[in-house]
């Protein structure tokens, strides 16, 4: 029971980090000095979370301890910090007074639309976390990864300073674009997959490439840019499939 509850432990620590991420994120509403902590330190806790996501499958396998059980946690715990948390953060940053109002018999009421565009966030993380649940591709992932889709919402905030922030229609965009994404047909490659392929020789380059970038830049940028990077590789793959396929329809003459 140890070996299992170790992994475990940590698709716990991910799940609190995500409630911890809605929590300090409740604490403030707009666009002031003062609730820029807030939203920089809800956002750090996804990301913090996302470490302890990582982490949680390799622990598993190493302790051999995969289960059921240990899946359907590690679910729910991404449903929490990849679903939930985005969609309330960029609620209380972005969305919270986007609503219409209505006057019924001389009564004011108002039809939340920011509200609205907040759920899809996490209804798409939990479509996507079922599908996954149900069958997936040994080989990739079918649709964005959640952790992936919450991570580059969780970066938004960090882009913001005390007295410029994302404008609100280009963040808007951005997070309906990725909530998509969860639930396309697009795929993405594992990363397990192809740190299982990597030789020592590739190994060594490779961190010694990262640490060059996090000391020009910084671990942020360096993070955001592999973020930015994973995205764009399922969508570049869906372009030359689809360009392939538009290539051979035309050669053959169908």
Known sequence: MWRAFIPNAFSMGNLTFGFFA?????RATGHNSENFYFFITSSLCIILAAI????????????????????????????TTFG???GFLMYKIYLYDIV???????????IPVGMAIA????????FRLARFNVAHDPSSFVGLPSPVAGLLIAFIPLFNNNT???????????????????ISN???SKPQSNLR????????????????????????????????????????????????KLRYKITSGE
Not at 100 to 110: A, F, Q
Request: hydrophobic share 60%; aromatic share 14%; glycine share 4%.
């Open 197 to 244: 392929k990597l030789t020592l020789v590739r190994a060594v380059a490779f961190v010694a490439v990262i640490s060059i970038l996090i000391y020009r830049f910084n671990l942020y940028f360096v993070a955001f840019g592999v973020v930015i990077l994973y995205v764009a590789s399922g969508l570049f793959a869906m372009l030359v499939h689809v360009t392939q």
């Open 164 to 182: 410029q922030y994302i404008s609100r229609p280009v963040a808007i965009i951005i997070f309906v674009s990725v909530a998509f994404l969860m």
């Open 52 to 79: 302890f996501d990582g982490l949680d499958g390799p622990l598993a396998r190493l302790f051999k301890s995969q289960s059921q059980l240990g899946e359907q946690l590690d679910s729910l715990a991404d449903l």
């Open 119 to 126: 759920a899809i966030f996490p209804l798409c993380a939990a």
């Open 100 to 110: 219409i109002s209505k006057y019924t018999v001389g009564t004011p009421w108002d």
């Open 186 to 188: 697009i795929k993405y």
């Open 84 to 86: 939930l948390a985005p």
């Open 22 to 26: 809605m929590v300090i994120a409740s």
